[in-house]
């Protein structure tokens, strides 16, 4: 399916007045659709999947920001580490532990994000709010001294029901207007992740500073094999 441009500038042109960045999510996309939306100006990219990551990364433009988005397992960290420009999954102080052990390794310091559970599904991965308070606390009496947290990620509900959406999304944003106060190094919250194809709208009114669409964009995903 070819990519939709018309969509793709309404979307930055709605983003651009809100300050808000968009990450087009590629995850299934070919190197020559990811290079046609690159080419519209579009810099940040989400993938979902680290061997498909790290494929499209040695064959696209270096100066893409490429932002890892799905459950990242601990042992496939190494692989993204040399590169990576945000990791939005963080779902597990390990993983965390992991991520700040192969940046070291690389000399690098790697941008990451808090996931937190906040839709009814159990199949969504991330911390709840007691848990999302203990890990910061750890990180504060024990800094990881390669990783920086710059904030949260989230995923609503699927639903259709809008204000059920709303409801989470507005719960988010307290949560990180809670911790953003909190004063602990290499932590300083800047970007509050919510927001996809469905729901950008809803997620850009409740205050999210980065959102992650694909399928505005580059039509459905194909199933993987």
Not at 186 to 203: E, K, P, R
Request: aromatic residues 8%; proline residues 1%.
């Amino acid at each position: 399916m070819a990519v939709n441009r018309e969509a793709y500038e309404q979307i930055v042109a709605d983003l651009g007045s809100h300050r808000v960045t968009l990450v087009a999510v590629s995850k299934t996309k070919s190197v020559e659709e990811i290079k046609e939306v690159y080419d519209l100006g579009q810099k940040d990219f989400g993938e979902n999947y680290v061997q498909e990551l790290t494929e499209k990364q040695s064959e696209l433009p270096k100066d893409i920001r490429w932002h890892f988005i799905g459950h990242l397992q601990g042992n496939k960290v190494k692989q993204i580490a040399p590169f990576v420009h945000l990791i939005q999954s963080v779902d597990s102080l390990k993983l965390l532990q992991e991520i700040n052990k192969q940046a070291k390794k690389f000399n690098r310091v790697i941008d990451c994000l808090l996931q937190v559970h906040i839709a009814q599904e159990e199949t969504k991965f991330g911390f709840d709010e007691r848990e999302l308070t203990q890990i910061l606390a750890t990180i504060s009496d024990s800094p990881l001294a390669n990783i920086h947290v710059a904030g949260l990620m989230g995923m609503a509900s699927f639903t259709d029901d809008m204000n059920k959406v709303k409801i989470e999304f507005r719960y988010l944003k307290r949560l990180f207007e809670q911790y953003e106060k909190w004063t602990i190094d290499n932590c300083q919250f800047a970007i509050l992740s919510m927001g996809m194809s469905g729901d950008y709208q809803i997620a850009i009114e409740e205050g999210s500073t980065m959102v992650r669409i694909g399928s505005l964009i580059f039509g459905a995903r194909e199933a993987r094999n």
